[in-house]
């Protein structure tokens, strides 16, 4: 089992940066991506960032060129850096992590979730 703590969110204005952290705990030996998700009210979960254990990242289109997800594999963390916030980007965002148990099965958890707001 893995537990997944998402901490960082917040009230900011238009153009301003937050960083989010995701600490995850319990099997994470067992870990192979960590990343990060967002909901909308009235909208689907999608892709914010992901990072493999190799390092390799992957992006949501929207946050492209603003966004950067960073690991730190001592504290088994992950960083969401998050630059010129638009009020689009107004979310839940979701920590998660994508692990694999035994030979073939997976396991997908995801963190309690943490309010991003950016206002004009």
């Known amino acids: 089992q893995v537990q997944l703590v998402g901490t960082g969110g917040g009230l900011v204005q238009a153009g301003e940066s937050l960083t989010l952290s995701c600490a995850a705990s319990?099997?994470?030996?067992?870990?192979?991506?960590m990343g990060w998700y967002r909901q909308a009210p009235r909208k689907q979960r999608e892709l914010v960032a992901t990072v493999t254990n190799n390092g390799t990242t992957n992006y949501g289109d929207s946050v492209k060129g603003r966004f950067t997800i960073s690991r730190d594999d001592a504290k088994n963390t992950v960083y969401l850096q998050m630059n010129s916030l638009k009020p689009e980007d107004t979310a839940v965002y979701f920590c998660n992590a994508l692990a694999f148990i035994g030979t073939y099965g997976k396991a997908t958890y995801w963190g309690q979730g943490t309010q991003v707001t950016v206002s004009l």
């Open positions: 319990g099997t994470t030996s067992s870990i192979s991506v």
